[in-house]
């Protein structure tokens, strides 16, 4: 069971990229998706969120709204994060991470809600 994160790369300041995080040996439908990013010599912080099934709760922290949005696909075991306008701050891996414990309808911009987490991908944001 894991969680994968796709979709990072090098991308010039104002471009775009879409990230995913997609789930094998386990559905996605009954589990929030939260995403954090982690710059050299800084703490992990969170980007953004989603609640389970329909996706109805979002957040996203202040730095990045406007510009990301976050959905659900949960056919494709897959939550993307669209990145837009993308700066050079935004530059960092980029992780995906799930809880286990029932939480209808929730998420949180907290590291301590999430128990299971993906390995990242690297975002570089550069002319």
């Known amino acids: 069971s894991q969680l994968a994160e796709s979709g990072g790369g090098l991308v010039q300041p104002g471009g775009s990229l879409t990230l995913s995080c997609k789930t094998s040996?386990?559905?996605?439908?009954?589990?929030?998706i939260g995403w954090f990013r982690q710059a050299p010599g800084k703490e992990r912080e969170e980007i953004s969120c989603?609640?389970?099934?329909?996706?109805?709760?979002?957040l996203y922290a202040e730095s990045v709204k406007g510009r990301f949005s976050i959905s659900r696909d949960n056919a494709k075991n897959t939550v993307y994060l669209q990145m837009n306008s993308l700066k050079p701050e935004d530059t960092g891996t980029y992780y995906c991470?799930?809880?286990?414990?029932?939480?209808?309808?929730?998420?949180?911009?907290?590291?301590?809600?999430?128990?299971?987490w993906g390995q990242g991908t690297q975002v570089t944001v550069s002319s």
């Open positions: 989603i609640s389970d099934r329909a996706g109805t709760m979002t």
């Open positions: 040996g386990f559905g996605l439908l009954g589990l929030p």
């Open positions: 991470a799930t809880r286990s414990r029932p939480s209808p309808g929730l998420c949180a911009p907290d590291e301590g809600f999430y128990d299971f």
